[in-house]
């Protein structure tokens, strides 16, 4: 990371209501947008040794209760709603 402070960058950007996410989902384990996301927030806990930078972000976006305005991508040109888990209900996924 080029910004020495960027977990301060981030949490900041998570707090600024004007700031809106995007996150690529390739590359993330699960069957669906929903187990990627959860799967990269409960690889996230305290003490996770596998964790990584993007799962940490993930956790930090699902404890401010902000998933659901989060965008999430992955390859392919077609736009769904997901509505499986509450806490992701609204966001949209590209996929």
Known sequence: ???PEWIITFTN???NPN???TVNLNGMTGG???AKVM???QKAVPNASNSSIMDWEMLQLYQENKLHEV???SLGPKS?????IPSLQGGE???
């Open 93 to 95: 996924v590209i996929v």
């Open 39 to 41: 799967n990269a927030v």
């Open 71 to 73: 965008s999430f991508t």
């Open 19 to 21: 700031i809106s996410f």
């Open 1 to 3: 990371m080029s910004n």
């Open 80 to 84: 769904v709603k997901m509505l499986v």
């Open 32 to 34: 669906t947008v929903e």
């Open 13 to 15: 950007a998570i707090a």
